[in-house]
T-cell receptor, first 109, second 115 residues
Framework: QQPVQSPQAVILREGEDAVINCSSS?????VHWYRQKHGEAPVFLMI?????EQKGHEKISASFNEKKQQSSLYLTASQLSYSGTYFC??????????FGAGTTVTVRA | DAMVIQNPRYQVTQFGKPVTLSCSQT?????MYWYQQKSSQAPKLLFH???????NEADTPDNFQSRRPNTSFCFLDIRSPGLGDAAMYLC??????????????FGPGTRLLVL
């Protein structure tokens, strides 16, 4: 079952912060975050495994609350290069991912 | 560099004319996936191979077939493309280690146009 992402779209000015949420009705073992630029393939950002961990890469971080079956991606001090569509992919007890519908992030100068 | 390669990057075909898309990987991953992605939508899993075992999604049309002759290569065959099959086709791979939704690495995709 497809996870639900919110918001659908967000517009930021450089330096602003944003949060993207991903929730599932199924028990999750992992959450994967990808960013896709227009016309390109999704690029892996990070994976969060069951255990409520938090990860970060430069100014992009994420958290995973397994009890609530939710994950959030935090964009801090956004840069122009952060523009794109962010997808969460949720993993259960197999090796397939279910992708959310995506959140389009536009960062303006 | 280890990677996932897709050819061609752009494919134009005629309505009803069979087309084959290819994917190769140097990651030596045992799982390969084919996704269809339409504009502004999430990637939709068509099928995947775990080694040589083929797994079809329940809602994948019969018009779509796949072959995996060896670990490195996987093909997507569309037997009679319709206008609704125009999309980006993404190949991805993963190394099955724990079975908990492994990280998938995507190729650059093939954009298919059906005339």
């Amino acid at each position: 079952q497809q996870p639900v992402q919110s918001p659908q779209a967000v517009i930021l000015r450089e330096g602003e912060d944003a949060v993207i949420n991903c929730s599932s009705s199924k028990a999750l073992y992992s959450v994967h975050w990808y960013r896709q630029k227009h016309g390109e393939a999704p690029v892996f950002l990070m994976i969060l495994l069951k255990g409520g961990e938090q990860k970060g890469h430069e100014k992009i971080s994420a958290s995973f609350n397994e009890k609530k079956q939710q994950s959030s991606l935090y964009l801090t001090a956004s840069q122009l290069s952060y523009s794109g569509t962010y997808f969460c992919g949720t993993g259960s007890n197999d090796y397939k991912l279910s992708f959310g519908a995506g959140t389009t992030v536009t960062v303006r100068a | 560099d280890a990677m996932v390669i897709q050819n061609p990057r752009y494919q134009v075909t005629q309505f009803g004319k069979p087309v084959t898309l290819s994917c190769s990987q140097t990651l030596n991953h045992n799982v390969m996936y084919w996704y269809q992605q339409k504009s502004s939508q999430a990637p939709k899993l068509l099928f995947h191979y775990y080694d040589k075992d083929f797994n079809n999604e329940a809602d994948t049309p019969d018009n779509f077939q796949s072959r995996r002759p060896n670990t490195s290569f996987c093909f997507l065959d569309i037997r009679s493309p319709g206008l609704g099959d125009a999309a980006m086709y993404l190949c991805a791979t993963s190394a099955l280690t724990s079975g908990r939704g492994e990280t998938q690495y995507f190729g650059p995709g093939t954009r298919l146009l059906v005339l």
